[in-house]
Nanobody
């Protein structure tokens, strides 16, 4: 299983980014998919989840600013980040729910 997250970078507060995750080696469409993030010195935390049926849920700290989506035909997971705040600075990881693989993630830095 390989999970390749991309789309991170340096953005100013209030800015936007679109993260993408390419999943190979798994039957992507049968897994609920999660985005997690981990800031330096903190525990990894769940950001958003999308089920196999397309239902979505978000951590409280998202407050309507992020949108998770998936394209099963391309085996891709997405996370649209908007109204970014410095507190959103972290490495973001995609994960098939219940699987041990994490990949390297993609770094999001929100700073002026």
């Amino acid at each position: 299983v390989q999970l390749q997250a991309s789309g991170g970078g340096l953005v100013q507060p209030g800015g936007s980014l679109r993260l993408s995750c390419a999943a190979t080696g798994i039957n992507f469409s049968i897994f609920d998919m999660d985005w997690y993030r981990q800031a330096p010195g903190t525990q990894r935390e769940l950001v958003a989840r999308i089920t196999t049926g397309g239902s979505t849920s978000y951590a409280d700290f998202v407050r309507g600013r992020f949108t998770i989506s998936r394209d099963n035909s391309r085996r891709r997971l997405y996370l649209q980040l908007s109204s970014l705040e410095p507190e959103d600075t972290a490495r973001y990881y995609c994960n098939p729910r219940g699987r041990p693989e994490w990949g390297r993630g993609t770094l999001v830095t929100v700073s002026s």
